[in-house]
C-alpha cells in the first residue's frame, strides 16, 4: 500500500467568555470532511489493495453484523478503532430493585485503541486565529436577592 502522509489537522480559536479573562480562548477542530465506508473502500481501492470494492463491502458488513449481534447480548468487543461495550443508565433504589422503562436505559460505551488514540495525539496541529463566531454569552450577573 502507499505511504500515508503526515496526519495533520486544523484548530480555530473562539473566544472563551465564561471566565475572568478578557484573551482566554478555546479551541475545535475544523472538519476537513466527513467520511462514510463508500468513500473509505474508495480509497482503499486508490490504494491498490488486492480486494475489490464489493467483497470489502462485504467483509465489513459481516463483522459489523457479527459485532452488533455480540454486543447486543452483553460482549465487549475490539472492533476496528474502538472497543465497544453495553453500558446501563440510571439508579436503582431498595432492596427489590425493578428495571423499569424510561428509567433505566442501555447504552452503547466506546473507547477509541490505542492505535487510534496515538495517531490523532501524534496528529501536527495548524493553530488558525479566532474563527468568526455569533452570538455568545459574555456576562453572567446573578439578580438573586441577598437575604
Known amino acids: 500500500m502507499a505511504e500515508n502522509p ?16 478578557s ?20 480509497i482503499a481501492i486508490q490504494r491498490r489493495t488486492e480486494l475489490s470494492a464489493s467483497a ?5 458488513e459481516i463483522l459489523k453484523d457479527i459485532a452488533k449481534e455480540e454486543i ?14 453495553v453500558g446501563v443508565n440510571g439508579v436503582f433504589y431498595g432492596d427489590d430493585p425493578k428495571w423499569i ?3 433505566h436505559t442501555l447504552n452503547v460505551r466506546v473507547v477509541p485503541t490505542a492505535t487510534l488514540r496515538n495517531a490523532v495525539t501524534s496528529a ?18 446573578d439578580v438573586t436577592p441577598v437575604k
Request: glycine content about 10%; hydrophobic content about 40%.
Open 23 to 42: 484573551d482566554d480562548r478555546i479551541g475545535k477542530v475544523l472538519t476537513s470532511r466527513s467520511l462514510n465506508e463508500e468513500d473509505l473502500i474508495g
Open 56 to 60: 470489502l463491502r462485504s467483509v465489513i
Open 101 to 103: 422503562p424510561g428509567q
Open 72 to 85: 447486543s447480548t452483553g460482549a465487549s468487543v475490539a472492533f476496528g478503532l474502538g472497543y465497544f461495550s
Open 124 to 141: 501536527e496541529v495548524n493553530l488558525r486565529r479566532m474563527a468568526p463566531s455569533g452570538a455568545v454569552v459574555s456576562q453572567v450577573i
Open 6 to 21: 503526515k496526519a495533520s489537522v486544523v484548530v480555530e480559536l473562539y473566544d472563551f467568555a465564561i471566565t475572568e479573562r
